[in-house]
């Protein structure tokens, strides 16, 4: 098969569902902005915040890769939805533990990222905008693996703007996706 007939067919995939990135960017964008707006929370409600945002955005992205033509995205939901579901699992977490949890999470997503930025580039340009999300999600884990002492609210704080910037570099790229329709 033609390398131009599979980047077309991508190209109209990714334009259909456009939304799908801006649905993720926006969740991630809100959960930014609720751990900056309650940054007293208690280690729990972090712990229960987190997995929710893990499930949602891990089920809207399998749902993007559902017709197989994004594999990078079933995988980037299924790292999320398994980090969810063990948040909720082991809500007794020391905070030690959830950090590296979160840590693992952020680089293995990352990775995803960049290899699906790698895949964009076959069909858009400004597919560095997911590459960058990806680098930014790698960075936020080794921060975190570096610094594991940091206290409860500084780690609100910081997963609420990796969450929003996230989210924002999402719903740009969103936008220009659905520009290929």
Known sequence: ???????????????????????????????????????GLTLTSLILLYGAYCLVDGIVALFGGAGGALWQSIL??????????????????????????IAAWAIVRG??????????RKVIEGEWLLALAGVASILFGVLIVLYPGVGALSVIWIVGTYAFLFGILLVVLSFRVKALD
């Not at 569902?17 to 609720?34: D, E, I, K, P, T």
């Not at 939901?77 to 030690?96: D, K, N, R």
């Open 111 to 120: 990775i995803f990222e960049i290899a699906a930025a790698i895949e964009f």
């Open 76 to 101: 980037i939901g299924l790292v999320s939805i398994c980090a969810g579901l063990a948040t909720f699992f082991y809500p007794g977490l020391t905070a030690l533990v959830l950090l590296y949890f």
């Open 1 to 39: 098969m033609n390398a131009n007939v599979i980047a077309g067919g991508l190209r109209q995939t990714m334009a259909r569902n456009w939304w799908v990135l801006l649905v993720r960017g926006l969740v991630s964008v809100l959960f930014g902005v609720m751990a900056f707006m309650w940054p």
